[in-house]
């Protein structure tokens, strides 16, 4: 592991580090339980389960000072009429915020906290958005032929709970509604994760 100052640079197409130490995929069957519209989602895993996003980063030591920065790659496509996203967290240490920089496509980045606030920013090419201590985030495609190619940093001790999000749901969705992205409550939204058994 590095312990020294050192620098990276992001490849013209996006896609990787000159220095890449790892890179995780998420396909569509990697997402389920996320999109609302099962029936196509299946459908779309049984005719080749396309990768819905990857994630490229610089590993640091997950301890306080230390940051974690990377390329989040948002594939274009829908499930039934929700654009491909991110599964979401929230951090594991909630006092902790995020930064994401956009540097091609479109897309928004959904937001919400534990008290029922949510909140969605517009991503396009040199905006930055902010998220607070506290706050869930999803990132959605909102593009129908290009990727949404985001730079994130977060301390590198936030860690990640995607649990309170699978049991859930986040509050609100995405939906492609004449061509256009639509913000729309989750029918299927739960206040609480159900208890476990």
């Known amino acids: 592991m590095i312990e020294h100052p050192f620098s990276f640079g992001i490849s013209p197409s996006l896609t990787l580090f000159d220095t890449q130490d790892r890179k995780i995929q998420r396909k569509l069957s990697d997402l389920r339980g996320h999109f609302t519209d099962r029936a196509a989602l299946e459908e779309l895993v049984r005719v080749g389960d396309p990768i819905a996003y990857e994630v490229l980063d610089v590993p640091r030591p997950e301890r306080a000072g230390e940051l974690i920065s990377g390329l989040s790659i948002l594939h274009p496509g829908v499930v039934g009429a929700e ?30 906290n534990e008290q029922g606030e949510w909140k969605s920013e517009i991503l396009t090419p040199g905006r930055v958005v902010y998220v607070a201590p506290g706050w869930a985030h999803r990132s959605i495609n909102t593009n129908s032929d290009q990727r949404l190619v985001t730079f994130f940093v977060y301390p590198a001790n936030a860690g990640h709970d995607y649990g309170a999000i699978e049991g859930r749901g986040f509050r609100k969705l995405v939906l492609r509604k004449n061509d256009r992205p639509e913000v729309v409550d989750n029918p299927h939204w739960r206040a609480s994760a159900p208890e476990q058994r």
């Not at 491909?84 to 919400?112: D, N, P, Q, W």
Request: net charge neutral.
């Open 83 to 112: 654009y491909f996203m991110t599964k979401g967290h929230f951090h594991s240490v909630r006092g902790t915020a995020e930064i994401y920089y956009c540097l091609s496509g479109a897309g928004m980045l959904l937001m919400e």
